[in-house]
């Protein structure tokens, strides 16, 4: 798998770990299975004393654990310091609220006969989860904290170009007290990942990742019946109606294009404005965007930091020439960014058409499609027209009109006057190709325990 750290700002290799001998993989399952028998048996008092304690750990070591992301990945310093801020807000609000989400629902029961009907959660066992790159710490913490706090335990395989960041969220959970096997950091193969899903112990994977690995794990977990949650591509719609404030409409659209560098599932990557006012959205946008400098992300000036690796900024790359060889006109916006590391020059693609190979496509990194629209179900139909399903936003300053347009679009999310976000209160996931589940929230916890009935039946009830 070549699990490695390679500095996308420098492309210097740092550091090589080792590939999971099948061996090692076998000890680590075993581990895992037998804490869970303990683990699942914990009050919520003492799952919440280790949950806790390592969101508080996050806050106190912020510095360390955002320098590995930005080395890793190549994230602006600014936001890794808020990514791990996040993922300790997660942590703590499991720890707060999971034994209220799992509480015993009590049940109506029409019968008759005076059953005391209940509905009970309880965990199930080893969750694997197979996370990716953009957010190393944010997509850990919501698998294992909704888990580890409904008693099931976790193992983990890890994007291969941020094998430092795993282990130090592998770490955090020792250093928190976690019982060996609670969390479990895993080198693995590709031939690993088939071989840990059709284990017996495992008992569902929660993925977030590329259309192409989700159908693969998901065919994977479906001979083996094991339950999935999917968290995939996505291509947000931002759509900006004719009453829209436009300067805050701009501001909101370089925040959602730019965040993360580009590279986020929920990012504005579709750009709908309006025809009244799209010259001016236009201008203003790429105004805005050009004052962002590509740079060192370690340096607070820096507003474009690399890609997450070569690769990726190749494959952007490419894809914009696509776009362009069928008609796309390409703005490039701003200062040409430095030769070495993996950067891509900031650019709005406009005149991208239905028949542009492009127009389906996922762009991840800081490249934004421009579409101009005559009216609201114009926005609507051009905002459907897309494989995914994941977040979108629309900007107005009639908030029903918003929510008229919000409730027409087809994905999981959509926010009125602000770019797809998250936060640990609100439900997280999409439809279509984007996939299955929802993750955060208090339907975060709900995915991987067994919602079990018992019902007490009267003892003189007649058979």
Not at 74 to 91: F, M, P
Not at 92 to 97: I, L, V
Not at 139 to 148: D, E, H, I, T
Request: aromatic share 8%; glycine share 8%.
């Amino acid at each position: 798998m070549a699990y490695r750290t390679i500095n996308p700002f420098t492309n210097e290799t740092l550091a090589t770990f080792p590939d999971l001998t099948d061996a090692e993989l076998a000890q680590k399952l075993d581990c895992a299975q037998a804490t869970y028998k303990q683990w699942s048996k914990q009050p919520f008092s003492a799952r919440a004393a280790i949950v806790g304690r390592a969101a508080q750990l996050l806050r106190q070591n912020n510095e360390h654990y955002a320098r590995l992301l930005t080395l890793e990945m190549g994230k602006l310093y600014r936001e890794s310091l808020a990514e791990v801020e996040l993922s300790a807000d997660i942590l703590q609000y499991y720890a707060d609220h999971a034994e209220e989400f799992l509480a015993p629902q009590k049940l109506t029961e029409k019968s008759g006969r005076g059953d005391n009907a209940m509905l009970v959660s309880q965990p199930l066992g080893i969750v694997f989860a197979i996370e990716p790159w953009n957010f190393p710490y944010y997509q850990l913490a919501r698998v294992v904290g909704p888990q580890f706090m409904a008693g099931n335990v976790v193992v983990v395989k890890h994007a291969s170009n941020v094998p430092q960041s795993a282990a130090a969220f592998e770490q955090l959970f020792r250093d928190a007290g976690a019982p060996e096997g609670l969390y479990t950091n895993l080198y693995a193969t590709r031939d690993q990942l088939g071989e840990i899903i059709a284990d017996d112990r495992v008992i569902g994977v929660a993925l977030t990742g590329s259309e192409g690995a989700g159908a693969i794990v998901a065919a994977q977990a479906g001979k083996a019946l094991k339950k999935t949650t999917m968290e995939l591509g996505g291509s947000d719609a931002f759509i900006v109606l004719d009453d829209a404030d436009m300067e805050k409409a701009v501001k909101w659209a370089v925040w959602g294009r730019m965040n993360n560098g580009g590279q986020c599932c929920v990012a504005s990557k579709r750009i709908i404005v309006a025809d009244a006012i799209a010259d001016e959205f236009l201008d203003r946008f790429e105004t805005a965007l050009a004052k962002l400098v590509p740079g060192d992300p370690m340096d607070e000036k820096s507003g474009v930091p690399p890609l997450s690796s070569q690769a990726a900024a190749d494959q952007l790359n490419d894809q914009v020439a696509l776009a362009v060889k069928h008609g796309a006109i390409a703005i490039r916006v701003g200062e040409a960014p430095p030769e070495t590391g993996a950067f891509v020059q900031t650019t709005i693609l406009t005149g991208v058409t239905a028949e542009n190979p492009i127009f389906h496509q996922e762009l991840f990194g800081p490249v934004a499609m421009f579409f101009r629209v005559g009216d609201d179900e114009e926005a609507i139909a051009l905002a459907n027209d897309n494989p995914y399903g994941l977040g979108g936003s629309v900007f107005t300053s009639d908030t029903a009109r918003g929510v008229r347009v919000a409730e027409q679009i087809e994905t999981g999310m959509v926010y009125i006057n602000h770019p797809t976000w998250t936060t640990c209160d609100l439900p997280f996931g999409g439809v279509k190709r984007s996939g299955f589940g929802r993750e955060l929230s208090s339907l975060g916890i709900q995915e991987f325990v067994n919602k079990k009935l018992i019902d007490v039946v009267p003892i003189d009830a007649a058979p």
